[in-house]
């Protein structure tokens, strides 16, 4: 009795850590995956250090954002640093 009660305390700790630590990290993963994958020319952003912005090109792991009024402050960043997507509004 000992060795399979050791055995299935070991199965339960392994369960709860699976859907408490690493299930809610995937979900997270996969959300933020949706989120780089949505971003299209024109949405405005928000970065990780807070800044908004409108998306002005996308590369395959790169975005070039303008930021504020200043049509020369274009800055290239890694798309792992969008928090949030607003969506440019459509002209239909």
């Known amino acids: 009795m000992g060795w399979g009660f050791i055995i299935g305390y070991i199965v339960l700790i392994g369960a709860l850590m699976y859907f408490m630590a690493i299930r809610p990290q995937k979900k997270q993963q996969k ?6 994958n949505s971003v299209e ?6 970065t990780t250090s807070g800044f908004y912005g409108v ?11 303008e930021f504020g009024n200043n049509k020369n ?12 997507v607003e969506k440019a509004k459509s002209d239909n």
Do not use: F, H, N, Y
């Open 73 to 84: 402050c274009r800055i290239p960043m890694q798309k792992s640093a969008i928090v949030d």
């Open 41 to 46: 020319t024109g949405d405005s952003i928000l």
């Open 31 to 36: 959300k933020q995956q949706e989120l780089m």
């Open 55 to 65: 998306v002005i090109d996308i590369t395959d792991d790169t975005v070039i954002v």
